[in-house]
């Protein structure tokens, strides 16, 4: 199923997950993605969008990548207030000039198109890059509070 590699403490506090690309999986990502957070003493609100966004990430990965190599997921604190996480795949990648620069949604009836302007919404930073045949990385970053009398706390294991 999916490799929990690493969950550490702040400061430099790292997740990183490795999953098969199997939309199954979405759920799992993102309560792991949470559980960081949250040992981490950042606010659920600050939270809840950005796992959203790393959410239509890794559903872009699944979807797109065409391949069964392993999905990487990392999430990580940079300094006391930023959020980060990275999305990569070993997939057939895309030419950067079809990732245009929009937050606009597609229309109301569209079937696709949405992923890529809810992650920059749910973000304070956003990254493609990706190449034919070199696969994709999605990087995304968000400055976060802590919770009112909230620390890191040390993980088991």
Not at 46 to 52: E, I, L, M, R, S
Request: aromatic share 6%; net charge negative; charged share 25%.
């Amino acid at each position: 199923m999916a490799n929990n590699e690493k969950r550490s403490r702040a400061p430099g506090a790292q997740l990183r997950l490795c999953v098969p690309p199997d939309a199954r999986l979405g759920g799992y990502v993102r309560q792991e993605v949470i559980a960081f957070a949250e040992t981490q003493g950042i606010d659920e609100p600050d939270v809840t969008d950005f796992v959203g966004a790393i959410g239509e990430a890794l559903a872009n990965a699944i979807e797109h990548a065409h391949t069964e190599e392993p999905i990487e997921i990392s999430a990580w604190l940079l300094g006391e207030d930023r959020l980060f996480a990275s999305v990569s795949d070993h997939g057939v990648g895309f030419s950067p000039v079809s990732c245009e620069q929009t937050n606009a949604l597609p229309d109301a009836y569209a079937e696709r198109g949405r992923g890529l302007p809810i992650m920059r919404r749910c973000s304070d930073v956003f990254s493609v890059r990706s190449g034919p045949g070199q696969g994709t990385r999605v990087t995304l970053g968000r400055y976060v509070r802590r919770a009112a009398g909230r620390h890191p706390q040390p993980i088991a294991g």
